[in-house]
């Protein structure tokens, strides 16, 4: 009786707060935030009902059943192919056609070609802080070499400066992104594995050592966002923080600018 | 080759004292080792994760044991981030490794599995030993981490390289600290190996006359399956810890990619790769999960047949779904890595792969319910924790599904949805499914009864305790909470998490002080339980013939043959309403498992 109760009123707390979003995310600042959004809400719905359902009918036959003075012998049966190749088939329905959907936002991020006019941006994790480079007003970035590395004076990337592209390129702890621009970054690691995640950007990628992983998307609303490091990265990952703020085009030039000097 | 020949195990009782408990070749004897090891190993799991949780909602509080124990890792009693990421890694890695893989299958898999088939022992009882002594060794080494210099490795329990390894130059506990760990890990390995090979031969070769694979019991099934699944699993991690190992110590570069800076030092490696880790690493962590959680699925169907008097609703379908659950495991391994720079297209399939799970899942979660229906359901504590996993099996599952679309995954990844997810449907439904045994199997083990109010007290507040500690987590991984964070102080949007992490470790205090009730109800039981007869649950199954506790030989030279499947309950025209599997053939019903 009292097992039956209590998973009815633990199931109702927890749907309580799914239902009222106490703890939710923030509200989404990129083109394809709402999609991922959606496709949640989805999965919250069915995964929701079926959780309702099956607690309700555990906590149900566990009361109904349950051992009284009158109860008589227990119903012999085997089980039903049936009922067994129905729930076979619902579940199969149900779930394929509810994640089905999802692989094709993916898909837009992370397979279908960046758009020709996106902005690049290389960001290149280390313990345990971000770095951001620009590629400067001639468009490339330039060469880095590991044995030029030295946070101590200034050079995280080991960036050489005998090479022309490199000396306009722009090396900061922080980003700047204008709005309504597709976006790529560059994401690379100088030591560990880290992870670039920017909550309101709907947006979450490892950085690898020894690869350099493109991530696209268009920010859409102007802010300032935390980036932090979603994957342990040794003992200051939880400080491995960052800002970005995305502003109007105009915005952006003039920063650009005022951090070139 | 099915049916067993009777003493092909047996061997003779012996009378010392270290040949019979210490260097035991009795299965049950080696069965209760591996169950005191998880017990012990469980409690320091446990004491980790208070200090976790203590960490992450006094951060900075000094506590004077931890300055006596650990002088290094909390210089005056103060937890630093390294320490605090040493214990997060030895809690995972103790529960995963030395609890939920060691107490369902070393443990009860051990004591029961060739009891429910007839036989008098495994099929190979020296293995057997040398099986758990090489557990015991390895947990040994694992512990001998916290004590070395720089600690316990602080790289987490999946050990992705590059921090695993570099060595001390990415950070404390990541030099003898980690060695250890790869050590004990590779050992664990080779005894869980030797341990899967003694399962399957028992399960082929023992069997009693009479007892057909469809007439086992299911948790004879889950046990087999199970060891399957080691078998296939143990084997690439234990190669995946030597390359670790040899890139470690050998200057080979099998995860370590060239061109490496830490700390502006550069490091002579080139060539490797840190996802081969992530792949090795989760082709063998994600059957783990099912290694944990199989055995519990089957001490379930037991226990809800027997307590709802019902035969099992669709055996074979149970049976079927095992396989397809374990099959599946090892098709998946992938959906760990949707955010680690793997080929977005390999992404889509092993989310695809990973839905179709959701099929031998619900179709589990279906015939528990339809054995419930119907019942005359006697809620005995066991019972009680056999119910209660349907409802974390049926939470954890669903949780997943947000988990393995790519797109949810985005922003869930490495969240504390994940830590809530999988501490659910692994870590305490499992658990739930070792406390369901125990409460279910304590009396035939040591022929006394656990107190039935002290169970139910136990499940009480241990089943509210863990819903308040992992649900909220789903919560923390809404806000986008990121795991493994020492401090929350230095992200401004964690700010708001502040109550229910306060909630969760006020809960996590209360679920662990309702464990030693557990623990207080285990030892009173051992030496002043009331003392329990053959069969108290009136059940049907082979371990229920025999003495409470079994003899060496089990059966005692008896020869069984064995006539019906493992559920004959409530059979009608029967007066009792079950009918043992040794019992003679019935009259009026064919009882061979039907579907």
């Not at chain 2, 997060?88 to 060739?114: C, D, K, R, S």
């Not at chain 2, 700390?263 to 002579?268: A, T, V």
Request: aromatic fraction near 14%; charge should be negative; charged fraction near 10%.
């Amino acid at each position: 009786m009292v097992v039956a109760i209590l998973i009815w009123l633990i199931t109702i707390f927890t749907s309580y707060h799914f239902l009222m979003r106490t703890w939710w995310f923030p509200d989404s600042a990129s083109a394809h935030g709402h999609l991922l959004d959606s496709q949640f809400e989805t999965t919250l719905i069915v995964t929701g009902v079926i959780f309702i359902l099956v607690q309700i009918a555990l906590g149900y036959l566990v009361w109904k059943y349950r051992q009284k003075p009158s109860s008589g012998k227990a119903i012999y049966t085997h089980g039903n192919h049936r009922l067994e190749i129905a729930s076979i088939v619902v579940t199969t329905i149900v779930f394929y056609l509810m994640v089905l959907p999802g692989q094709s936002i993916w898909a837009d991020l992370y397979i279908n070609a960046p758009a020709q006019d996106s902005i690049q941006i290389e960001v290149t994790g280390q313990q345990f802080a971000w770095n951001m480079r620009y590629p400067g007003p001639d468009g490339k970035f330039g060469r880095t070499l590991p044995e030029l590395i030295d946070d101590s004076s200034g050079n995280p990337l080991g960036l050489d400066f005998e090479d022309p592209a490199a000396e306009d390129d722009l090396v900061l702890p922080i980003m700047a992104l204008p709005v309504e621009r597709p976006i790529e970054l560059l994401l690379r690691s100088k030591d560990v594995t880290h992870s670039f995640f920017v909550r309101e950007l709907r947006i979450k990628q490892d950085t690898v050592p020894g690869l350099t992983i493109p991530l696209r998307f268009t920010p859409t609303q102007t802010g300032t966002f935390e980036i932090v490091c979603a994957e342990l990265c040794g003992l200051g990952h939880h400080r491995m923080r960052s800002f970005l703020e995305v502003m109007s085009d105009a915005d952006y030039r003039a920063w650009l600018e005022e951090m070139a000097e | 080759m099915a049916e067993a020949e009777h003493s092909h195990a047996a061997h003779a009782a012996p009378t010392s004292f270290i040949w019979k408990y210490i260097f035991s070749k009795d299965h049950k004897i080696i069965g209760i080792q591996y169950y005191l090891l998880a017990l012990f190993a469980v409690f320091v799991g446990m004491a980790l994760s208070v200090l976790i949780r203590i960490n992450l909602v006094w951060s900075g509080t000094s506590i004077g044991l931890l300055e006596a124990l650990f002088p290094e890792g909390a210089p005056g009693g103060v937890m630093t981030p390294e320490f605090y990421l040493a214990m997060l890694t030895m809690h995972g890695t103790i529960m995963v490794f030395m609890v939920l893989t060691t107490a369902p299958q070393g443990g009860f898999g051990n004591y029961f599995l060739p009891i429910q088939i007839g036989a008098d022992d495994m099929a190979f009882p020296t293995l057997n030993m040398l099986s758990f002594w090489l557990t015991f060794v390895s947990l040994v080494v694992l512990l001998a981490a916290f004590f070395v210099s720089g600690g316990a490795p602080t790289s987490g329990w999946t050990a992705y390289p590059p921090l695993s390894a570099l060595g001390e130059i990415a950070g404390p506990g990541l030099g003898i600290g980690q060695d250890l760990w790869i050590v004990s890990i590779a050992i664990f390995c080779i005894a869980s190996l030797l341990g899967a090979l003694n399962f399957i031969t028992t399960v082929l070769d023992l069997r009693v006359k009479g007892m057909t694979l469809m007439r086992m019991p299911l948790p004879v099934w889950a046990w087999f399956v199970t060891a399957i699944l080691g078998l296939l699993a143990f084997g690439v991690l234990l190669a995946a810890g030597i390359l670790l190992l040899l890139d470690r110590v050998a200057g080979t570069s099998f995860f370590i990619p060239g061109g490496l800076v830490v700390s502006d030092q550069i490091i002579n490696h080139k060539g490797g790769s840190p996802l081969l880790w992530q792949h090795l690493f989760w082709f063998f962590g994600h059957p783990e999960v099912y290694i944990a959680i199989l055995p519990g699925m089957g001490v379930t169907s037991q226990i809800l047949a027997v307590f709802s008097r019902k035969p099992i609703f669709g055996y074979k379908a149970m049976v079927y779904s095992m396989f397809g659950i374990g099959t599946l495991g090892f098709l998946v391994w992938g959906h760990h890595m949707f955010m680690s720079g793997m080929s977005p297209y390999s992404a889509i399939v092993f989310s695809l792969l990973t839905t179709a799970i959701a099929v031998p899942s619900a179709i589990k979660t279906f015939n528990w319910l339809g054995t419930l229906w119907g019942g005359r359901i006697s809620l005995e504590p066991a019972m009680q924790f056999a119910i209660r996993f349907v409802s974390l099996f049926v939470s954890g599952g669903l949780g997943g599904l947000f988990l393995n679309q790519p797109s949810t995954d985005i922003y869930l990844h490495d969240t504390y949805f994940v830590v809530g997810h999988f501490h659910l449907i692994m870590g305490v439904a499992a658990i739930f499914g070792i406390f369901a045994g125990t409460y279910y199997w304590f009396s035939k083990m040591f022929g006394r009864h656990m107190n039935k109010k002290l169970g139910t007290l136990h499940f009480w507040l241990t089943f509210v305790g863990v819903n308040s500690i992992f649900m909220p987590m789903h919560f923390l991984g809404l806000v986008g909470h990121p795991r493994r964070y020492a401090e929350l102080s230095g992200v401004n949007f964690l700010a708001q998490t502040a109550p229910l992490h306060f909630f969760i470790t006020i809960a996590a205090f209360i679920t662990v002080a309702a464990q030693f009730i557990f623990l207080f109800n285990f030892l009173w039981a051992l030496f002043k339980g009331p003392k329990a007869e053959r069969n108290p649950w009136s059940a049907t199954t082979l371990e229920w013939e025999i003495p409470s506790p079994p003899p060496h030989d089990n059966f005692g030279g008896k020869e069984l043959t064995v006539h019906h499947g493992p559920y004959e309950y409530s059979v009608p025209g029967e007066e009792a309403d079950f009918v043992m599997q040794t019992a003679r053939p019935l009259q009026k019903t064919d009882t061979g498992t039907e579907n």
